[in-house]
């Protein structure tokens, strides 16, 4: 099999800060948090921008650029920058670090759809938020629906590609597969496709072994089994390891990370997005797989390279 990669998920744009005390909030602890997933043995890592002050999701750039730059500075990692970010972002909001910064890679959504993570509020009582813009803001995923209309994902696609930022499509449901399908058929040209199936989200497909399977089996029939790399994301625990093994043993990647879980072992927190990278390193290492560098990951996926990025 070729080599494992293996992506770190630092922050997230719905994970709140009372739900873990080692979410990474400001530039400087999301670049600390690189670092050690690059020690760990990370290739790639996925990040949000959030106000450094409150932590909440947003788009600004400033906030991307100064992450990049200090990532930059310190690892030699791919960084994938969100098009998603938080609820309620325009399209223009959600691609203004591509048109600013030219990423290397940056996330792009398959479809519309519903997206909510409101059950999480029942795990507190007001009087716990840490900020008060975080009970509001979960409850209102309940009337939320995750905009990437066909009009969207074309520019989406467009941008990234005038810009040379790889898209890594993000497949929420089978549905996202026939669509990214039709945007091939309408001319997308990028090889290799590189894919995340993102499993467990309320509003998506859920994070049994049977939806990855369904998911893997779906894109075999329109792609080609070697049409396309895949990477997998459970969210929550323990899904996000059991999907990760599978994975490992199928020939396909892994992301793991605070943005899609927070828990190292049942009921025991992640001190880090590093403790979860090791995990997954270990996985590997149980299955012989090796695990890919940085550079590997450049070569095997086409990127451009970090220094071509604005930053």
């Known amino acids: 099999m070729e080599k494992l990669i293996i992506t770190a998920a630092l922050n997230g744009g719905v994970t709140v800060p009372t739900q873990t005390p080692y979410l990474p909030i400001t530039p400087r602890q999301i670049a600390d948090e690189a670092a050690r997933c690059a020690d760990a ?5 996925h990040i949000h921008a959030r106000d450094p002050k409150t932590g909440m999701p947003n788009s600004d750039v400033e906030v991307f650029g100064e992450m990049l730059r200090l990532i930059r500075e310190r690892t030699d990692l791919v960084v994938c920058t969100t098009t998603g970010g938080g609820l309620y972002l325009t399209p223009e909001q959600r691609l203004a670090v591509v048109t600013g910064y030219a990423p290397e890679m940056a996330s792009c959504n398959m ?8 059950p999480i509020t029942a795990r507190f009582k007001r009087e716990d938020y840490k900020f008060d813009w975080e009970e509001k803001y979960l409850l209102a995923s309940k009337d939320f629906i995750f905009r990437n209309t066909f009009a969207d994902m074309e520019r989406f696609v467009t941008v990234m590609a005038e810009n040379q930022t790889k898209s890594e499509f993000e497949i929420y449901d089978v549905g996202h597969l026939y669509n990214l399908k039709y945007l091939i058929s309408q001319g997308l040209r990028q090889e290799p496709l590189w894919m995340q199936f993102v499993t467990g989200v309320l509003g998506g497909i859920g994070s049994g072994i049977e939806d990855m399977l369904t998911l893997k089996q779906t894109a075999d029939r329109l792609f080609g089994s070697d049409g396309y790399m895949w990477s997998i994301i459970g969210v929550g625990y323990p899904q996000e390891f059991h999907l990760a093994a599978l994975a490992i043993m199928m020939g396909g990647h892994v992301r793991v990370g605070l943005e899609d879980n927070l828990y190292i072992r049942r009921g025991v927190l992640a001190k880090s997005n590093a403790e979860l990278v090791a995990r997954a390193v ?24 970090k220094e071509e990025v604005r930053c």
């Not at 479809?111 to 409101?118: D, E, K, R, T």
């Not at 270990?282 to 390279?305: I, M, S, Y």
């Open 111 to 118: 479809g519309s759809m519903n997206f909510s993570v409101h």
């Open 41 to 45: 043995g990370a290739a790639v890592v």
């Open 282 to 305: 270990k996985l590997a290492e149980e299955f012989e797989r090796p695990v890919a560098t940085p550079d590997e990951v450049r070569q095997k996926l086409k990127l451009k390279g």
